[in-house]
């Protein structure tokens, strides 16, 4: 079982992906796996995710032919496409300025998979594929999601801003790339 990195290169890939986005989902997983595993906020339809992934290709983890980690593509133009991240670019812009950030739209790693590496993999291989150009990458990570938070701070993440936005509370943060 060895595990690789690439970017989506098709509809196939992205049908995985929403298939471990439902598993992982906040209204699906359990208050024991939300606190120990973690979980994602957001859910995508096919539509907006394939339109992302047209724009610029989103980071996968694959088991042989089989998805087992994702890292979505974010770039500025979608913003009002996810209503619960319009906030989140909005405040980006007035802290980062001018500089020219992408966001990453969501991370999640089949449970099967976790420990192995793939997060910091997945992040390591964004990199090396975007920041000729791009600045930074920017996420928002909910604050109750303590394990996601802590994570990304260990690849180099530093919050920004901590902010409300749909009664979730939301912990800004970015990975400075120059």
């Known amino acids: 079982m060895e595990v690789t990195f690439s970017r989506v290169s098709c509809e ?6 929403l298939a471990l986005q439902k598993k992982n989902a906040l209204d699906v997983v359990s208050s024991i796996e939300k606190q120990n595993e973690g979980f994602v906020t957001v859910s995508h339809s096919f539509g907006v995710l394939k339109q992302m992934n047209d724009a610029c290709a989103h980071v996968i983890a694959k088991d042989a032919n089989k998805v087992v980690g994702y890292a979505l593509v974010m770039l500025k133009e979608f ?3 996810i209503s619960v991240l319009s906030a989140m670019f909005e405040t ?3 802290l980062l300025g001018d500089k020219h950030f992408l966001a990453m739209g969501q991370i ?7 420990k192995r590496g793939i997060f910091r993999g997945m992040y390591t291989f964004y990199k090396e594929e975007l920041q000729d150009e791009f600045d930074c990458l920017l996420t928002e990570v909910a604050t109750e999601n303590k394990r996601s938070l802590e994570a990304h701070k260990s690849i180099g993440f530093k919050v920004l801003k901590t902010q409300v936005t749909d ?3 939301w912990e800004l943060i970015s990975w400075d790339w120059k």
């Not at 196939?12 to 992906?17: A, C, D, F, T, Y």
């Not at 999640?108 to 976790?114: F, H, L, N, V």
């Open 79 to 81: 913003r009002d496409e």
């Open 108 to 114: 999640c790693i089949s449970k099967a998979y976790r």
């Open 92 to 94: 980006a812009e007035e």
């Open 167 to 169: 009664g979730i509370s």
């Open 12 to 17: 196939g890939e992205l049908l995985q992906i």
